[in-house]
């Protein structure tokens, strides 16, 4: 099905590392070099945040493209500055970092970073500052920074998957790269060292929450090495429901009903999604593969490097 081409407008931020307040995410700042997708998964819950700019969460989410020009820039210029009030200190750095989630908002793979290299160039200037990373894409594009990658200090690559039935992934995520491509890039990931793995999200009610095609998820993931396979189920907003349901009522009408009943809220409610689990979790015990990510070391700077250099840049 043809999409229309999106539009890209550059902006200027004055920091592009947000805190994340929210007491339920596995992380403390996020980063996001882009805002809007042209990914178009009608599923995204990142859609709301283009309500936040007073456009809609409908498919301006993925024509209107916002390109963060000076992301680079404004990432320097933030962790100079989060560095001098812990005295040079990058231990301090890391401690009030964390892990640095890139990618919750927006895949910063999408096609436009083949071209603009917003998260490469932020990519250089974490490495430079040591900053412990995940990253979540949907996009082969990650290899091109394998060079980059495997020098930083990088704690877990997620490849999101949800389903492999190629009507779905077509009608419901217009324009990401194929399925097996993500599995390919995965596998290519680990054979160079890199911790990476499935993000099974999300899981939708009535179209891929059947044990077959969660299985097929599962298998294919541990058939190209991965590491982990993190599920989650699909959340809904308002705004972000309206676009999916629409989408569904052209595509699948017969399931809007009980999608109606199930996302009363954002989350469906424990009766469904605790048996959901549940059945996946049998799944990922019987073929050998974590529902966690595993943990691996932190990567240590040579002695004088990078510290030295940022040290004398702050005139420590």
Known sequence: MPVDAPQFEPITSKQVMNRVNSPGMPFRWSLNPYRGCAHGCSFCYARETHVYLGMEADDSFRTHILVKENAAEALEDQLRRMLRRHGGRLSALHEEI?????????????????????????????????????????????????????????RSIHLSVHTLDKEIWRRLEPATPHPQKRLETVQTLVNHGLNAGIFLAPILPCLTDSTPALEAVIQAAVAHGARFVVPSVLRLTPDVKRWFFSVVGAHYPKHLPALRRLYTRAYPPAAYVDPLLDRIHHLTVRHGVPERIPKVAPKVSPPGRPEEGIQLSLGL
Do not use: F, H, N, W
Request: charged share 30%; hydrophobic share 40%; proline share 7%.
């Open 98 to 154: 964390g892990v640095l989630a890139i990618g919750t908002a927006t895949d910063p793979y999408q096609p436009v970073e083949a071209r603009a290299k917003r998260t490469r160039a932020c990519l250089e200037v974490l490495a430079r500052y040591r900053v412990p990373v995940s990253i979540t894409t949907r996009s082969p594009l990650i290899l091109r920074d394998l060079d980059l990658l495997r020098e930083m200090d990088v």
